[in-house]
């Protein structure tokens, strides 16, 4: 597994550093010092209490709590990530299996070992419809979500895939374990989705979002976990995530949206474990899907689940799985 880091780092100001800058304070506990707290708060990543600051220069009282969104880039590009897995490929489009722990595409804090750049090594053509840093890419999967994602070799291919996202032809389904229980089978969640203005690293559920809708059944239940069958009908950042969060089921393992990650998972238990699409070329139906990954299975085990016992899957019987 990769190196886990937190998502959230707390601290809070004590009487000897009343009066300080923010910068100085943030400074003082960063590896990069001074200039990387100044970057954090420009790129308004930083909270004192609830409001978001954006000026490193503001003072800060005693007892004042400051939160960062996310560590920092230099904590961050630790990780190293196991190589993704290579599932079905021809001259126009390729399936992999991406692992937890990796990032789709270079961005703030993930400039090296992301998805992107390893897809460039295996030659061929790609798609430059998402630009240079993003070649072949069509959609992402969060960085601690494992599992299946198409790429496009050509613009051509692209534009098709990306048509299908928009239209919704193309199927996402996934495998989640939740916090807590579900007293119905199958329901659907319908809540709109947009930036939250007072953290602005994560998303959340009000007026202003984007219509956003998550359909899910339930495969196992346990005490205090459920593992559920997800269904993408909209495609917005963080959306199970945020969804599930939002009825008080969060993700187990979900720092950012729960109450924080669990000793058996170091990040969200969620993986894309069904994927469906038309080829591009001639409209053949194409689906594949991806196995739970071990460290799912044994989060199984240590929630309730008999030693030994295999995941409901409900992908398996499906007519013309491509695996």
Do not use: C
């Not at 190196?3 to 300080?20: H, I, N, Y």
């Amino acid at each position: 597994m990769p190196e886990t880091v937190p998502t959230t780092r707390f601290l809070q100001a004590d009487p000897s550093e009343a009066g300080l800058r923010l910068d100085v304070i943030l400074g003082a506990h960063l590896e990069g010092g001074r200039s990387q707290a100044q970057r954090l708060v420009r790129q308004g990543l930083v909270l004192v209490g609830t409001t978001v600051v954006r000026r490193p220069s503001q003072t800060v009282r005693a007892g004042d709590l400051i939160e960062l969104q996310e560590e920092p880039a230099a904590v961050a590009e630790k990780s190293t990530p196991q190589e993704a897995r290579l599932v079905y490929q021809d001259e126009l489009v390729v399936v992999v299996d991406k692992p937890a722990g990796m990032v789709v595409h270079p961005g703030p804090g993930h400039r090296d070992g992301t998805l992107a750049q390893l897809v460039q090594t295996w030659g061929g053509e790609w798609s430059q419809a998402g630009g240079s840093e993003r070649a072949g890419i069509v959609h992402r999967l969060d960085r601690g979500t494992s599992g299946l994602l198409v790429l496009a070799r050509t613009e051509e291919a692209h534009r098709e895939l990306a048509r299908q996202l928009r239209t919704r032809t193309m199927g996402r389904e996934y495998w989640g374990l939740a916090q807590g229980g579900f007293r119905e089978d199958r329901g659907r969640i319908e809540a709109a989705i947009g930036r939250d203005p007072k953290r602005p690293r994560r998303m959340a559920v009000g007026a202003g979002g984007r219509d956003a809708t998550t359909e899910f059944t339930v495969l196992e239940r346990w005490p205090e976990h459920t593992a559920l069958q997800l269904r993408l009908r909209t495609g917005r950042t963080h959306q199970i995530r945020v969804h599930l969060a939002y009825i008080g089921r969060p993700l187990a393992g979900d720092a950012l949206y729960g109450p924080g990650s669990m000793a058996g998972s170091a990040r969200p238990a969620l993986h894309a474990a069904m994927l469906h699409f038309n080829h591009p070329r001639d409209g053949q139906a194409m689906t594949f899907q991806s196995p739970l990954p071990e460290d799912l299975q044994r989060l199984r085990i240590e929630v309730g689940a008999e030693l030994g016992s295999r995941a409901a899957w409900p992908w398996q019987d499906r007519s013309g799985t491509v695996l």
